[in-house]
């Protein structure tokens, strides 16, 4: 296909009305025609896409080394970490100051320091994996619809009564009158 443009020559006969191109005018529209017929060489003449084959730099030979602080992790597995540190300082704070009212007060059964300190830790992960769950359940709620209406409002709440019998099910669906 023929894309570069030529310029219209001046014609020998106009119709009537019909102004006649001037030598400025059929410069100008030649100076056009070149300069988009330019520009369309110079286009498909572009590479369309390209690729870097170089490979890439070495930064070092060192091997990796072990960060401080918390090793990364998902997001969830931070969630759970944090939850069973908190736990754990709530347990020990409840535990510790438990053993002390019973030590202070004479008696100190183990069965009795064995519920004492494994209930807060049971209550307080029991609470964790409720709000956990809560937090599911609020998230996989739909979001709340308002409809908001001007004007008369008619509401219409139909039943529809299905029937399906014979051989080949055949549904009537009678609504109600």
Do not use: W
């Not at 400025?24 to 330019?38: E, L, P």
């Not at 944090?82 to 008696?107: D, K, Q």
Request: hydrophobic content about 40%; overall charge positive.
């Amino acid at each position: 296909m023929n894309t570069h443009l030529t310029a219209p020559k001046q014609p020998t006969a106009t119709p009537a009305g019909q102004p006649t191109l001037t030598e400025t005018d059929q410069q100008r529209i030649d100076r056009i025609a070149n300069a988009f017929n330019h520009a369309l060489d110079q286009a498909t003449a572009l590479p369309t896409s390209f690729r870097d084959d170089t490979p890439l730099p070495v930064v070092g030979t060192t091997p990796p080394v072990l960060q401080p602080g918390r090793a990364p992790m998902s997001q969830k597995a931070t969630d759970a970490s944090a939850l069973m540190l908190a736990s754990g300082a709530a347990s020990l704070m409840i535990g510790g100051s438990t053993s002390l009212v019973m030590l202070a007060s004479g008696y100190a059964d183990p069965t009795v320091c064995a519920i004492a300190f494994g209930a807060p830790t049971v209550l307080v992960l029991a609470l964790g994996r409720l709000i956990g769950k809560a937090k599911a359940v609020v998230e996989a709620a739909p979001a709340p619809v308002h409809h908001h209406y001007n004007g008369s409002v008619t509401v219409d709440q139909r039943a529809i009564n299905t029937q399906t019998r014979g051989v080949i099910a055949h549904t009537r669906n009678q609504l109600p009158k």
